[in-house]
Each structure stands twice: as structure tokens, then as C-alpha cells.
């Protein structure tokens, strides 16, 4: 069958199979392999997109189910070529180590950015505790995440 | 010592990582990105008995269907994984005549993609016929119900050691306890699983097998032993690897059929695992039970420690060695930790049984040896009613006592020990603690504190993950002045091109993102053992030393001929060579470097053209001792079992630094691991021998929310090697169950309770308070 959609800000037509799911499709059709299977049954979470917004498993879609909808994956989160405000906080607090599982936390990261809510470091736990991470412990990805959360929600109420 | 850099700029500095930028914007290529065309992947058929005759394989309807390749089974591939002057048995790649583990692999199907491979997977009947699985260590040792291999003994590795005197000062002591340590198999769970690929060279003919593993070079000679082919017609790449943490340090079945499958193919082949694969077929580790008799005097002081070690191998040694040896050998002889225990006596039973295979996870020896360790401590503290850390005190190793020669014959180099213990004691508040938990237990509220002083042997010359001692750097100064330089080091997320990059811009005078360092390709790297066993920072930075400092030489004879100064004249810095006080006679290193390659006859007599050399560099000493005190502060809920991790303290002593960043995520994600160790993870056969938990709902990760807020500090006692670097790759989970742990006795005091099991859980706690 052949389905459309938007990927990363692009209208894609690609054709795939009733049961591909939408991990593989994107990243076997679509070359979009930053995203990456760490379970293959939604709980690890590195496999995390963005659907109109809202993260979800690609592992537990089927690619069927996002013809007409939006995706963005952790290659579509730079803008202009400048990466976004949780990527750069996730270089200087050093949240990252062999970066496997990063794609689904920067995807979650971004999504709770867009968000615009100022939150504490439990509510950023909490809100991460979907995404698995080996290497870091996450005191670093909770520092970057914190960062970038709130550095974005105070520039915005200044602006206001 | 030997003198460094003039000015290390970068040593020591916290360096943003130059991994960085592609992981974050989803470019960096780990194994599964690898595709080629034409690549076809592979399904492996497993075995679902712990212990079973193969009476029959029928393979028709998975060869017929539409898309397959090839079906493999061992009389296809007779290829052996077997260490043969280290153990009486191997494993076969696939099956021969018997399965011994529940997830051997048994067939391997290639087809088109991975559907197609995993459908016709399900099309393969094997015909079995069960057997009776040897699963319980006790009744192995003593050969029941059976043998796992009928022409060897179960147990299949035993030594005893027993310290001079041991026998006479054991008894004479005032008090003795006695006490069963158990620890429950965890395993590594790196979050991107194994894979293997391997692909005809269409150049050169050769076979270039990407794998995701630790040591490059050693997977190479595994390789080619076994196929039995010249060394230099493979060339293994290591792509990005996500985890290893020991894991990945073994050479598994997979990988050779995977690269027998390309061979006789002539076509790209792929393996990936999936998790359930993972669980099952990955090392396990930390199989151990320590059966303690402790010998001590009415002030706490430790006279003694008798140890019945005992591991349980699973069903083959892994290749090309046991953890089972690892955990237990190395755990006899760093048993008395930092403290000054005079005599100990061990002996060790390594078994076969129907589970996994045992290997290495982060640590092997250590986080088993610190809790038994430390769990004796706060057991003769809780005997002669004395503090816990006021026993540590009177135990441990003083400074005047380096180097130490502890009872079983391991010799320490300097380190902080007690001073860890007092600054990690002072940072989370220990002298008002016991004021706060009487009061918190009259609230009913059951608050414990957990100490773990921790010894980590790091730079071992010969380490699990390298079958050398040494550690090799090719490097070159680019005709532009940039720098290239090359390791054997296989780095799993531990930002080696950074840590590496920042050793070497300091010895040659250049910035650290003018270096650019290469790993992972046995074709550009020279030979090196990998990494593992904490050993990459100290040994392979130490080769960065080296090679940089080399480098550094020939620069300075350059620059000297060309500026017409005195050697001991020129220093070197940002790019530039100049004269020492007059700043104007100056080059830039690409000057010296296009003069180095292409204005050869102004190169001085005698000075090689170019600017390329390889360094070895192997330590002196044949272990180097890092060190550390954990202190964790719990809440446990006597109505539920659960515990709440509230505060976690850990002063850390790893020699000089290369990057604090660096090393602070180290520690953190191996606390994270020893909250895992000590509450969550736990690989669990039934009584039939079967692996319970083979998805991440069954064995269950540290999430964000289950781990602090962690508060570190560092103390610098350095090593005598290049750099002044000890290892610390393994100390933050070495030490972590065991703080872990004992803060969950100290909260339950009350109840007597005293934690003797790995991982401890709320069922565990439950039963203990109801008792």
C-alpha cells in the first residue's frame, strides 16, 4: 500500500508493506536511522518520534497508521542546521555517552520543551522515565533536560 | 615520573565531547545502520530445552521458502569456539548433537531481510529429546544429576589459598560469624543489542566484518583462528557501539556464522539481536554464592576471612574465557578490600550447569566482592555494637602502609582510602545522621545508612578485554599541521576521541579540535587489546602520552634546526613552535610539517622524513589501584518492601583526571547500575531450567525516577604510570550495591535484619520484617 505523510517538514509518498512497522520503514525506506531499537516492544523508548507533536514507540506502529499525520524524528529536530536548545544542553552537560538511546530522549526532551511549562527535576524524571538509558545514571540528561526546559520557559515569560 | 607537557591545557579540563554533534542529530552509524546492497540478514533457530539429545533437524520447508538463502547447521559450519589449553570443552557455533542452554542457537536461516529469516525460522522442526537440566551449584559440583558435557567434570576450574599463619590466628581470635553471600545473575544490557556483519571485499577479496565490540583486534584473531584463515585477509571495523560494559568483550557464535555465511556466499550478511535474544544469549554474570566465616577481635578488628567461592559457569565457557573464573579469582584476591585483614583462606568451585554462558559485566569481580566485603564489615560492627564506619576506621589501610601487601598477595599502590571515607562521610551529614534516624524511627519511618569503601584494580596488564598488557598509538602530523592518531582501543561510549584528542594536543602544542582520533579499524590502528577492565584510560592514555610526547621530540629537533635555537630552547603551544622569551621566532606547526614531508633536505641529518610513528606503552606495575567510599541514604517502607534511594555520596580517587565530565558520567551511570544491581535486575531460570525474564518488562532497568541526585568529589592520588592515571571505568558500580545494601540493613536494624542477597527486593524485605 502506499502511504503519505510529512516527515521532518517533508511530504513523503513511500510504499510498504500492511504489517512494516513504522520503526523500520523509516529508517529502512527513509534512511532516517537515528532512531534506534533498543526492544522492538515500547520500553526502552529510543525508538521515540514525534506524531503531530506527541511522542510516540515507531516500534509499536505499524507505518499504516501515520499516512496523513506528521512525524519528526531526532534528524528533524535541528533547525536551520543549529541544533535545538535540549541538543546543545545535551553537549555541555556531558548527557550522553555512546548515544544510542539519545534520539528518544532528545525526541521526548524537545516534545517537553514545545510544552513551554516551567518544570522541577521530578516532573522532568518523571516525564523522562519512559526513555532508558544505560551509560549516564541521567543526573546529566536531567541537568540538560532542566536547562533547556526552563531557560525556554523563562525567555518566554520575558517576552510576555 | 616522567615529565609531561610543559602546560597541559587540556588534561584535566572539562572538554565538551567531539562525539557529540552526530549522535545528537541521529548521523552516527551503529551497527544496524550498516547496509549495503544485496545485504542479506540472518534468523537464528534457538534452542527452547535447557538440555536436550538433537535427534533429528528438518530443514525442507525453510530452504523451500520463498527469499531464504541459506540454512545453516553445524555440519555446515564445524567451527568450535573452544580456549582448548584453558578448558576441556567449547562450544559449537550451532548445536552439535546437544543443546545445552535454552537459546543456544541451533540453525541459522539467511534470507532476503530479517522477516523473511525470522518466518522460516518457524518453518525448522528440530526433534529433542530432553534431559534432565543441571541447574543448582551445590548438586553440580557434586556431579548431579549429571554431567552437562559427559567427557568433562562439572567442575571445571578449582584453587584454593590459604595466607601463612591463616590456620593458627583463625581460631585464637575472640569472636567468629558466619554468613552465605548470593548473588542472583544479572547481565550487561547494553541498549543497542549485539550484531555482527560481514562482507566480501569486492577490491581485495578480503572479508571486512563490522562488530560491535570492545576489542577489535582480538575478534580479529578470534576470527581468523577459527576459520582458520590468514589474520591479514580480515579486516574488522568497530562502528559506533552502543554499550558494552564486558559484554561485548567475548567473541559469540553468531559472529562466526554470520561471517561463515558471507564467505560462502560470497554476499553481505547481517545479524542483529533482537532483546529476547539478548537476555537470553548475552553473558550473563554475577552467579556467585560466597559461603563467610569471619574471624574478629571485641574492638572490630578483622582478623580473618575463610571463603568458600563458588560461580556458576553456565552451560560453556565463554570464549575465550569464563567469568565464572573471573568473578571468583580475582574476587579471592581482593577480598579484604581496603583494609588490613591479615590472613584469609579461599577456595573456589567454578561450575557447569544448563543456563548461559557466564562472562563479563562491568565490575566481574568487584561489586560481588565489595557487598561480601563490606557486608562483613557491618556485620562484625552490628556483633561488638561499634558504629559501622568506627569499625572501617579501625581496619583500614593506613597511608604509611603503601604500597600494601594484602593477605592474599595483591600489592596496592598508594591510595586515599581512609580519607575517601571521611570526606564522603562529611558530605552527606553522617555525624548528625543517627541523631535523625532515632528520630525517624519513633515517626516510624525507617531511614538507613550505607557505606562501601571500594578498591578497583585497574590497567591490569593482562585485562579480560585485551590479551596484551599494552596499549599502541600510530600518529601523524598532517602536512597541514593537523593531527591524526590511531588506536587499538574499542571505546563503547566512554568518549576515548576526546579524552585521547585532549592527552595528545597537550604534547604536541596543538588544539585538542585539531586532533582528530581514529579507533575501531584493525586495517589503520595498530595492534591493541581493546577496552575493558578499566584499562583504556590508563594504559591507552598512556600510550596517547607516549606517542604524543615522541611527536613532541621530533617537533622540538625540527623546529630547533629551522629557528637555529637550542633543543631545551623551543616550546610548543597552539599551533605554534617558538623560541623560549622571543615570541617572534616562531613557526607554526604546519610549517614544520610541510617542511617535514615536502622540503625534506631542510629536515636536520639524521631526523626521519615525515611525521609519523607508532608508541607502545605498557605500565611498569601489573595493577594500579584506584579507590572510593559510596555512602547511600535510604528510606525503606516496612509496609510495602520498597526502598527509595534519598541521598548518594561518592568520593572518587582515580589518579590524575583526564576529564572530569567525563569521569562524573562514568560514576553516575555505574551508581545507576548498582541501584539496578542491589534492587532491580535479576535473571531468573524456573525449576525446569527456563529463562523467565527475557524482555525489559521481566528484567527490570533503573528508570529516571529510581535513581538521586547524585553528589560526587574526587581526591587525586596518582598512579606511578604515564600521566599519573589510574582506571575507573568499573569502581562506581564496585562500590555501589554494597552501600546499597548495607543502608537497607542499617534502616532495618530494628528487625535484625542483615542483607545477604543480590539484588535484594521488596518481597525479600517483606518476608524479613514479617519474620
Not at chain 2, 510 to 534: C, Q, R, Y
Request: glycine content about 10%; some cysteine; overall charge negative.
Amino acid at each position: 500500500m502506499e502511504i503519505t505523510c510529512e516527515v521532518n517538514g517533508q511530504p513523503v509518498t513511500v510504499e510498504v508493506e500492511p504489517h512494516w512497522l513504522l520503526a523500520d520503514v523509516l529508517r529502512n525506506q527513509l534512511g532516517l536511522t537515528g532512531l534506534h531499537l533498543g526492544c522492538e516492544y515500547g520500553v526502552c523508548g529510543a525508538c521515540t518520534v514525534l506524531m503531530d507533536g506527541e511522542p510516540v514507540r515507531s516500534c509499536l506502529s505499524f507505518a499504516s497508521q501515520v499516512a496523513g499525520h506528521q512525524i519528526t524524528t531526532v534528524e528533524g529536530l535541528a533547525v536551520d542546521g543549529k541544533l535545538n536548545r535540549v541538543q546543545t544542553a545535551f553537549i555541555n552537560h556531558h548527557a550522553l555517552q555512546c548515544g544510542f538511546c539519545t534520539p528518544g530522549f532528545l525526541v521526548t526532551g524537545t516534545y517537553l520543551l514545545q510544552q513551554g511549562k516551567l518544570l522541577n527535576r521530578e516532573e522532568i524524571r518523571e516525564a523522562l522515565s519512559g526513555n532508558l538509558c544505560r551509560c549516564t545514571g541521567y543526573q546529566q540528561i536531567v541537568d540538560a533536560v532542566e536547562e533547556a526546559v526552563n531557560q525556554q520557559s523563562a525567555n518566554a515569560v520575558e517576552c510576555e | 615520573m616522567t615529565e609531561q607537557a610543559m602546560r597541559p591545557q587540556f588534561m584535566g579540563a572539562r572538554v565538551k565531547r567531539v562525539e557529540d554533534p552526530r549522535l545528537l542529530t541521529g548521523q552516527a552509524r551503529f551497527l544496524d545502520d550498516i547496509d549495503v546492497p544485496g545485504m542479506l540478514e540472518v534468523a537464528f533457530v534457538r534452542s527452547p530445552y535447557p538440555a536436550a539429545r538433537i535427534m533429528g533437524i528438518d530443514t525442507k520447508a525453510a530452504k523451500a521458502a520463498p527469499g531464504v538463502r541459506a540454512v545453516i547447521a553445524f555440519e555446515d559450519c564445524p567451527v568450535v569456539l573452544w580456549q582448548k589449553d584453558a578448558y576441556e570443552v567449547g562450544q559449537p557455533v550451532l548445536a552439535h548433537g546437544e543443546v545445552r542452554y535454552v537459546g543456544e542457537p541451533v540453525v541459522a536461516i539467511v534470507a532476503e531481510n530479517r522477516y523473511v529469516a525470522e518466518d522460516a525460522a518457524e518453518l525448522v522442526t528440530v526433534h529433542y529429546e530432553p534431559l534432565e537440566p543441571v541447574l543448582d551449584m551445590y548438586r553440580s559440583i557434586a556431579e548431579n544429576p549429571r554431567r552437562v558435557h559427559e567427557n568433562a567434570s562439572n567442575v571445571f576450574f578449582y584453587k584454593k589459598y590459604t595466607t601463612k599463619g591463616f590456620d593458627e590466628a583463625f581460631p585464637a581470635a575472640a569472636h567468629h560469624l558466619q554468613e552465605t553471600f548470593r548473588t542472583t545473575r544479572q547481565t550487561a544490557v547494553t541498549l543497542e543489542p549485539r550484531g555482527t556483519a560481514a562482507m566480501p571485499d569486492p577490491a581485495s577479496g578480503r572479508m571486512t566484518v563490522y562488530a560491535s565490540t570492545q576489542s577489535p583486534h582480538r575478534i580479529r584473531g578470534d576470527l581468523a583462528e577459527l576459520l582458520g584463515w590468514p589474520e591479514n585477509q580480515i579486516r574488522v571495523i568497530v562502528p559506533e557501539v552502543g554499550g558494552g560494559f564486558g559484554m561485548k568483550a567475548n567473541t559469540y557464535p553468531e559472529d562466526v556464522v554470520v561471517v561463515w555465511a558471507a564467505h560462502q556466499l560470497r554476499k553481505p550478511v547481517k545479524w542483529v539481536s533482537d532483546r529476547t535474544e539478548s537476555l537470553l544469549t548475552d553473558v550473563h554474570a554475577r552467579d556467585d554464592i560466597h559461603e563467610v566465616e569471619v574471624a574478629f577481635e571485641d574492638d572490630g578488628r578483622i582478623i580473618a576471612i575463610k571463603d568458600h567461592l563458588m560461580a556458576d559457569g553456565g552451560a560453556y565457557p565463554a570464549y575465550p574465557f569464563s567469568g565464572a573464573v573471573g568473578e571468583t579469582s580475582l574476587a579471592s584476591r581482593v577480598l579484604p578490600g581496603p583494609y588490613q585483614i591479615p590472613y584469609i583462606e579461599t577456595e573456589i568451585h567454578c561450575t557447569y550447569s544448563n543456563k548461559t554462558p557466564l562472562g563479563a559485566y562491568r565490575g566481574v569481580w568487584g561489586p560481588i566482592a565489595s557487598f561480601v566485603q563490606e557486608g562483613i564489615v557491618d556485620r562484625v560492627a552490628r556483633a561488638v555494637g561499634r558504629d559501622p564506619a568506627e569499625v572501617r576506621r579501625i581496619n583500614m589501610i593506613r597511608p604509611d602502609q603503601f604500597p600494601f601487601r594484602n593477605a592474599a598477595g595483591m600489592v596496592y599502590d598508594p591510595g586515599s582510602y581512609g580519607e575517601s571515607m571521611e570526606e564522603a562521610l562529611g558530605l552527606i551529614g553522617y555525624d548528625t545522621f543517627r541523631t535523625r534516624q532515632t528520630e525517624l524511627r519513633k515517626e516510624g519511618i525507617y531511614r538507613g545508612i550505607g557505606i562501601s569503601v571500594f578498591v578497583e584494580p585497574t590497567a591490569m596488564a593482562s585485562s579480560e578485554a585485551g590479551s596484551v598488557g599494552y596499549e599502541s598509538v600510530f600518529i601523524r602530523v598532517e602536512p597541514t599541521g593537523k593531527v591524526t592518531a590511531a588506536f587499538g582501543l574499542g571505546p563503547t561510549g566512554q568518549g576515548h576521541e576526546t579524552t585521547m584528542a585532549q592527552l595528545i594536543a597537550d604534547q604536541v602544542g596543538v588544539n585538542v579540535e585539531d586532533v582528530v582520533i581514529l579507533h575501531g579499524d584493525t586495517d589503520s590502528a595498530p595492534f591493541g587489546g581493546g577496552t575493558g577492565g578499566s584499562r583504556s584510560g590508563p594504559i591507552g592514555g598512556g600510550a596517547a602520552l607516549v606517542a604524543g610526547r615522541e611527536m613532541r621530540q621530533r617537533l622540538v629537533k625540527l623546529a630547533a634546526h629551522l629557528l637555529e635555537a637550542a633543543e631545551e630552547d623551543i616550546e610548543l603551544g597552539n599551533g605554534q613552535a617558538w623560541v623560549a622569551g622571543v615570541p617572534d621566532r616562531a613557526m607554526t606547526i604546519q610549517q614544520l610539517a610541510e617542511i617535514a614531508y615536502t622540503h625534506v633536505k631542510r629536515i636536520p641529518a639524521g631526523m626521519p622524513i615525515g611525521l609519523e610513528l607508532v608508541a607502545r606503552y605498557q605500565p611498569e606495575r601489573s595493577v594500579s589501584f584506584s579507590n572510593g567510599t559510596h555512602v547511600a541514604e535510604v528510606d525503606v517502607d516496612i509496609r510495602t518492601g520498597m526502598v527509595q534511594v534519598l541521598n548518594y555520596v561518592v568520593v572518587n580517587d582515580c589518579g590524575r583526571l583526564i576529564n572530569p565530565l567525563i569521569v562524573e558520567g562514568q560514576i553516575y551511570g555505574g551508581v545507576a547500575q548498582g541501584i539496578g544491581s542491589a534492587f532491580l535486575e535479576s535473571l531468573r531460570y524456573d525449576e525446569d531450567g527456563q529463562l523467565t525474564t527475557t524482555s525489559l518488562m521481566d528484567y527490570l532497568l533503573p528508570e529516571a525516577t529510581d535513581v538521586p541526585r547524585m553528589m560526587t568529589k574526587h581526591l587525586v592520588t596518582p598512579s606511578a604510570g604515564e600521566g599519573g592515571i589510574k582506571g575507573m571505568g568499573e569502581g562506581s558500580l564496585i562500590g555501589a550495591p554494597a552501600a546499597l545494601v548495607n543502608a537497607v540493613s542499617d534502616a532495618l536494624e530494628p528487625f535484625g535484619v542483615m542483607v545477604n542477597r543480590l539484588p535484594v527486593t521488596a518481597e525479600d524485605i517483606r518476608q524479613w520484617i514479617l519474620a
